[in-house]
């Protein structure tokens, strides 16, 4: 066994010794399997085709640990990270433990649960056994197995059916340097929506320093039948930290989903969207925003499994490149020999703002039933001409004409976002992002049609 | 129109008889002894001999590609005979000498090689098995200083441009089969265009597999020096036999400066039945390099036959300027395989690359674009447009595309488009409310998916494919 | 005002304009008119900068400067202004935060004083009852959903804020209905002062209705091939372009 399996076997029995305890048996069985998964396979390598663009051997090579505790984290950094003025449910965790000194739960409606895992093992056992793990295959990526084997905490979301839920629920997950080694959290969310139910969940990550975490999720959605549940995804950790998760969201039938990513922290990060269209008529969007500088690499790999007629599912990825950074987009989308009448759309656009940056993209269509209309498109390429000469016929420069475009380029895609708060957050944090890259306070906010 | 759609719904494979003639075929087997017997047979000189056999030590370390979207049976690489030839051994002074039979066999296939016969467009060499039996219009050519003879003529004839070029695009340790074909090709054709010199006709290589039992392994190899122009067609049939036959062929094009190649394939290989038995096992690498400024390298493709296609026809944008074109039609039907398209790889400044790929399945066919569009740093100011778009008859076949983008530098632009959707009913209902059959209608319907492609083929060869088409779909609608 | 000498102009290595003589004078509006393919349109980028032209020869002289050897945004600072045919969206960019990006650039560049938000709404909300714009329209994506005939409308509001000294009208009557047509003309004419001039590009003399210009010129193949009053573009609309190619084989 390699030096870096050696680290993580030796992980997991400390792991056993504490935090494990807490959950159920039947959990310990699925680590143990996981784990066995894990070292058999190790870390994945860019000789794999799903990892050819994604090297993650700086992951590898760093002696991550898991922390049994999680350090104190001001509540002046908790409030700088909450959906601005808007009241919201909102759970904390830090680096994967859960926090109820930051948390606010106290008012959600009912029939909507939210809570931490371990603590919904005495709530919701058997809930919690038919869903978790049965999503997230872990025999397939070892990220996911690492995480299986390593299960503690993570966010627990219940809507009852028919609930519905105005306000978003926001899981704030932070992470924090803990002693010298560098901290690993493996965070595990299970979301269920049970028939008719509506949820707005913002799923946020962030760092408390300019800290080297590794933080590696799994979050299983399940989306029961007639549901709506949109996701907004929103990774802004440091430009140090290490971020994987790996989404699956399962649906029923005449369910929606709607996920959206935004990822604009981490030196690696790597998201993986996994939707399950299981049902007749159910419809899936899926969109996201990579904004990349310094050496950043952000890599998505979305899979669109249709197994059931008549959905249509939708996808729209843009990415913003600057200095010497890498962008990584594969899409797949997989049209079941029953899946008749699909309607699946799928595009990838990148603007490249920097000559030093890179984008690899493969948008890919596997297609076994015949009546079907499934497009795909990707472009690369620089500021388009047209658009800037436009704007420099106004009087406006150069540089101006380049910041005013790439908000625009940036807000085609945030539109997207169905919840108006939800939206708000993600078009914020988008513009005080590129103002701070740009380096200047005169970019326009993003308005919509 | 019509007429000849219904001629072709009516035919099935027509070019799967089987000529009866005396073969020089070598016993089944590979070793460094039968690349030597080979290379020996051909009265090759020792840096030839050398370089196959490097190329097949090299090729015994490799491992067959199993990342293809393919599922064919294991091929036993001993089993087959990597020589086989008309017996037929003195030199031909005139195509008079050629064996009739073979000359008949040709005038079947539709190929005349009696050159007063021929429309006076196009020069042929055809090449029965592993061997070229003629080579029509060397003459008229060698007036304008171009050389258009078999490979292995070649190889005697200008050794230093055939040690010169050969291997320069896809060097004989470029994969599995290219290896292969490094070690045991037997013939092939050989063109070279002095500078400034613009062809005057197509020259084309007719590809012939007879035998049993046997691989075809050709090599071609273009050369067009600076501001010189060609246009190259092939075209390929193989009898009906119940068995796979194996072909790895090579093709390499070089353009210097201001040079221009247009090479178009009607691939015709037999399919196999119904049922997926027989048929060609088509791993073929073809390369451009536009190795000089402002040249262009077309590739224009009719896949319609073969039970397994693996085929890559690329460009290597080297030349500052330089232009490379793919334009692919791709049939699956009844059993077949197909996993193809194109690289264009942008390494000059200002290079433009241009893809368009049509893929049609049908029966229990699977269709795959499989692409690679890569801009390199220094590739400032460069442009790709792709479009692949994938049509599906009925709804046992699929159709997948696996396109790879990769851009370093931001004043490029790369455009990707793919559409994949099923044949229109609201046309074919339109077809046959104006009295066409249902047949007949898919046929139009498909041609016209496939239009942007063939108006790149030479006139000819468009007629060729047409009909092709129809064919090749024939009995895909229940 | 502007002063076009002898100018010829190249697209993707094709000339389109073969040699284009033009001097109009503050006060003046004048009509550009011709069939397709005539040029008509890459006069109005040429003047405006676009980068896909090359000038191959030739001057325009814009109150005394090289015109030419400025870039698209400078030549907006020095007071020219083209009304595109099809103008570009920037979804996420309020139309109140472009307009206002781009008058305090062109303010600054004149030595003028920028004005602050409140000012420039203010300004902007006279300015779109000009042109009869709705004020929902301040803080919607630029052209972003609009139609065809709120995007020209929109054209002409952002050429009432800039306030130009030539304003180029290229084919801003096409897509539009007869509504359109008149609310953007009494826009473009109550715009108009002795200090100012209009170029107006169109294919069809309906729009010459409502702008009444000055003079009319008829551009073919990439050279105004006959001028004159407004009465030339009735002659046009009568006889259609073909007697122009007549007149030309003739006196050829």
């Avoid at chain 1, 048996?25 to 663009?53: C, H, I, M």
């Avoid at chain 1, 499934?374 to 000469?389: I, K, P, Q, R, Y």
């Avoid at chain 2, 394939?265 to 400024?293: E, H, L, M, P, S």
Wanted: overall charge negative.
């Amino acid at each position: 066994m390699s030096v870096e399996m050696n680290h993580y076997t030796n992980e997991f029995q400390t792991f056993q010794q504490n935090g494990a305890a807490k959950s159920p048996d039947w959990v310990n069985d699925v680590r143990t399997a996981a784990l066995s998964v894990f070292t058999g396979k190790g870390f994945p390598t860019t000789k794999q085709e799903d990892w050819k663009y994604t090297n993650v051997t700086p992951i590898a090579r760093a002696p991550f640990r898991y922390s049994a505790s999680a350090p104190a984290v001001p509540a002046e950094l908790v409030t700088s990270l909450l959906i601005g003025d808007t009241e919201q449910h909102l759970i904390v965790f830090v680096n994967g433990h859960f926090s109820a000194e930051h948390s606010r739960l106290q008012s959600l409606p009912a029939g909507l649960t939210v809570k931490n895992l371990i603590a919904a093992y005495g709530s919701h056992a058997d809930l919690i056994k038919a869903h978790l793990s049965k999503y997230a295959p872990y025999d397939k990526n070892p990220f996911t197995a690492l995480n299986t084997a390593f299960i503690n905490d993570g966010a627990f979301i219940h809507a009852a059916k028919g609930t519905k839920s105005s306000l978003p629920v926001h899981l704030l997950f932070i992470s924090t340097a803990a002693g010298d080694a560098p901290a690993a959290s493996h965070i595990r969310n299970l979301i269920i929506a049970e028939e008719g139910a509506e949820v707005r969940i913002a799923h946020s990550f962030a760092s408390a320093q300019d800290n080297t975490n590794l933080t590696n999720v799994v979050t299983e959605v399940s989306a029961g039948r007639e549901s709506i549940v949109e996701l907004v995804k929103v990774q802004r950790e440091s430009e140090k930290a290490f971020h994987v998760e790996h989404l699956h969201v399962h649906q029923e039938p005449r369910s929606t989903s709607r996920v959206f990513s935004l990822a604009v922290g981490g030196a690696i990060a790597r998201n993986e969207m996994s939707v399950i269209i299981g049902g007749e008529t159910t419809e899936c969007n899926l969109n996201g925003l990579y904004i990349t500088s310094g050496e950043q690499l952000i890599d998505h790999h979305t899979f669109m499994h249709h197994i059931h007629p008549e959905c249509p599912s939708h996808e729209l990825f843009k990415g913003i490149l600057m200095d010497k950074s890498r962008a990584v987009f594969n899409g797949k989308v997989y049209v079941e020999p029953e899946a008749q009448k699909t309607d699946s759309k799928q595009t990838n656009r990148n603007l490249l703002l920097s000559d030093e940056a890179v984008v690899d993209t493969k948008p890919e269509l596997e297609i076994f039933a015949d009546d079907v209309k499934c497009t795909h498109g990707a472009a690369v390429g620089g500021m388009n001409e047209t658009h800037s000469f436009y704007l420099k016929t106004r009087g406006i420069s150069e540089g101006s004409a380049r910041g005013i475009l790439t908000v625009g380029f940036a807000a085609e895609v945030t539109q997207k976002i169905d919840d108006p708060v939800l939206r708000r957050f993600v078009d914020t944090i988008v513009v005080d992002h590129l103002r701070r890259k740009f380096g200047t306070g005169n970019l326009p906010e993003i308005v919509h049609a | 129109m019509s007429e000849s759609i219904e001629e072709l719904v009516s035919q099935e494979y027509k070019y799967g008889f089987t000529t009866n003639i005396e073969t020089d075929t070598i016993p089944p087997g590979l070793n460094e002894d039968v690349v030597r017997l080979i290379s020996k047979k051909k009265n090759e000189p020792e840096w030839l001999t050398e370089w196959r056999l490097k190329a097949f030590r090299h090729w015994l370390t490799l491992e067959e590609p199993r990342w293809p979207n393919l599922t064919y049976a294991k091929i036993d690489y001993q089993s087959i005979s990597y020589y086989s030839a008309p017996k037929q051994v003195k030199k031909l002074d005139s195509l008079d000498e050629v064996d009739p039979i073979l000359l008949e066999t040709y005038e079947k296939l539709g190929i005349s090689l009696t050159e007063q016969k021929r429309l006076s467009g196009v020069a042929v060499d055809a090449v029965f098995d592993s061997v070229s039996v003629a080579t029509t219009f060397k003459e008229t050519l060698k007036e304008k200083g171009i050389i258009f003879c078999s490979f292995s003529e070649a190889v005697q004839e200008h050794p230093d441009l055939v040690r010169k070029y050969l291997g320069s695009v896809v060097p004989s340790s470029d994969n599995y089969f290219a290896a292969l074909n490094s070690a045991v090709f037997s013939d092939g054709s050989f063109c070279y265009i002095p500078k400034g010199v613009r062809c005057p006709m197509e020259l084309s290589t007719y590809f012939r597999i007879n035998a049993s039992n046997t691989g075809q392994f050709e090599r071609t190899l273009i050369v067009a020096d600076d501001g010189a122009y060609v246009s190259y067609l092939e075209g390929c049939t193989a009898p009906m036999r119940d068995e796979n036959q194996l072909h790895a062929a090579v093709v390499e094009i070089v353009a210097m400066d201001n040079a221009e190649v247009k090479y178009s394939t009607v691939q015709n290989w037999y399919a196999g039945d119904k049922d997926g038995k027989g048929g060609i096992y088509n791993f073929v690498t073809k390369r451009g390099k536009c190795a000089g400024v402002n040249s262009k390298i077309s590739w224009t493709q009719v896949e319609t036959g073969s039970a397994i296609t693996w085929k890559y026809p690329s460009v290597i944008l080297q030349g500052d300027n330089s232009i490379g074109e793919f334009y692919s039609v791709a049939v699956v039907n009844n059993r077949q395989d197909a996993d193809t398209g194109t690289k264009m790889l942008h390494i000059g400044k200002n290079t433009r690359s241009t893809i368009v790929s049509k893929g049609i399945s049908a029966g229990r066919g699977n269709n795959t674009y499989r692409g690679l569009v890569s801009i390199g740093k220094n590739a400032t100011g460069s442009r790709n447009y792709t479009q692949c778009d994938s049509m599906l008859i009925g709804n046992k076949c699929s159709a997948n595309t696996f396109p790879y983008i990769e851009v370093k530098n931001s004043s490029s632009s790369v455009e990707h488009e793919a559409s994949t959707s099923k044949i229109g009913e609201d046309q074919i209902f339109y077809c046959k409310q104006r009295g066409i059959n249902t047949e007949n209608a898919i046929s139009m319907i498909i041609n016209g998916f496939a239009k942007e492609v063939f108006k790149n083929l030479p006139m000819e060869f468009a007629v060729e494919a047409q009909k092709l088409l129809g064919i090749s779909l024939e009995g895909s609608v229940g | 005002m502007i002063e076009i000498k002898n100018l010829h102009a190249n697209v993707n290595g094709k000339e389109i304009l073969k040699g284009i003589n033009l001097k109009v004078n503050a006060g003046e509006v004048h009509a550009i008119m011709g069939p397709n393919g005539s040029g008509k349109s890459t006069l109005a980028q040429v003047l405006s900068g676009h980068p896909a032209y090359q000038v191959t020869q030739g001057e325009v002289l814009f109150e005394g400067q090289d015109l030419l050897d400025m870039e698209p945004e400078e030549r907006a600072h020095a007071g020219v202004f083209l009304a595109f045919q099809y103008p570009v969206e920037i979804p996420g960019v309020s139309n109140s935060y472009f307009l206002k990006a781009g008058l305090n650039e062109i303010r600054k560049s004149r030595g003028q004083e920028e004005l602050d938000s409140f000012q420039f709404l203010k300004l902007l909300k006279e300015k779109m009852k000009v042109v009869e714009m709705d004020q929902s329209f301040i803080n919607r994506p630029v052209n972003e959903g609009f139609s065809g005939g709120e995007k020209k409308r929109n054209e002409i509001l952002q050429m009432a804020v800039l306030e130009p000294k030539l304003a180029i009208l290229d084919e801003t009557d096409s897509g539009l209905d007869i509504d359109a047509l008149k609310i953007v003309s009494s826009g473009v004419n109550k715009l108009k002062s002795p200090s100012n001039a209009t170029i107006v590009v169109t294919h069809y003399q309906r729009l010459l209705n409502y702008i009444v210009p000055d003079f009319v010129h008829v551009l073919v193949h990439g050279r105004i091939v006959k001028s004159g009053g407004k009465e030339l573009a009735l002659e046009l609309e009568a006889n259609g372009y073909d007697f122009i190619r007549e007149e030309m084989l003739q006196s050829a």
